[in-house]
């Protein structure tokens, strides 16, 4: 089954983060190894959610990934400059869907989905969305 474009553009996206090919990203074909991309994909959430204020260092809320697929879409090489763009899919009771795309200049290299959980550092548990959370995420959200 061949491979939605969705996601694929660069005006798909509302937040961009900047990111790079490390030579140590490549497999030995002298391509970037897929681990890479979820490296890539880590990079540009967590500058998005440091941007929205999601997340802080000692912040008692913070956010657990409870889910991350990756679809590959093209070869990546050696070097490299990369943008991370990011939009919010969904968002749930105590958890929010980002939609994340991987790009090299104008061509999309992969896109990936990651759904994450608000989570309580001190008790350790799912707690739900509140109303400036939900602010805070809308202006991302799309379609």
Known sequence: MPLSTEGTRPED???W???????YDLDLMGHVNNVAYTIYAES???A???????????????????RLEIDYRQELKYPNELKVGLRVLKI????????IGIFAGAVCVATAQATLV???????????LDA????????????
């Open 44 to 46: 540009g959430r967590a």
């Open 118 to 128: 608000r989570f309580d550092a001190e008790t350790r548990k799912a707690i739900a």
């Open 48 to 66: 998005f959610l440091r941007h929205i204020g999601f997340w802080t260092e000692t912040g008692r809320r913070q956010n657990v990934i409870a």
């Open 13 to 15: 996206y509302r937040y």
């Open 17 to 23: 983060a900047d990111e790079r090919v490390r030579f």
């Open 132 to 143: 400036a959370d939900r602010a805070l995420l809308a202006p991302y959200q799309v379609g």
């Open 92 to 99: 749930g009771g105590s958890s929010f869907t980002l939609g």
